[in-house]
Nanobody, 115 residues
Framework: QVQLVESGGGLVQPGGSLRLSCAASGIIFSIYVMGWYRQPPGKQRELVTAITTGGSTNYADSVKGRFTISRDNAKNTVYLQMNSLKPEDTAVYYC?????????WGQGTQVTVSS
């Protein structure tokens, strides 16, 4: 059974930091492209960042320079370090694992940026 389990969300003040984690099980983690998506209130889900099997990364323009994705294949875990958080970063953040013929999602973790 495939599971992606996110953790690390919460309430943070503007300018603060959070680190999200996504632990995967039931898949050969190292062969999956891993990504983080988010869905702000009342809006569609959007790609935040992704990391390939070789470690290449891409970021949405809105988070470049503030967010960093990384992966630890030995721990089957992908991370999202979020710095300089803004109220507009408030959303449910979802972990995604993808390869040809497979696409898996976590249950999501809430991030709220508010004073």
């Amino acid at each position: 059974q495939v599971q992606l389990v996110e953790s690390g969300g919460g309430l943070v003040q503007p300018g603060g930091s959070l680190r999200l984690s996504c632990a995967a099980s039931g898949i050969i983690f190292s062969i999956y492209v891993m990504g983080w998506y988010r869905q702000p209130p009342g809006k569609q889900r959007e790609l935040v960042t992704a990391i390939t099997t070789g470690g290449s990364t891409n970021y949405a323009d809105s988070v470049k320079g503030r967010f960093t994705i990384s992966r630890d294949n030995a721990k089957n875990t992908v991370y999202l370090q979020m710095n300089s958080l803004k109220p507009e970063d408030t959303a449910v953040y979802y972990c995604n694992g993808r390869k040809l013929g497979a696409d898996y999602w976590g249950q999501g973790t809430q991030v709220t940026v508010s004073s």
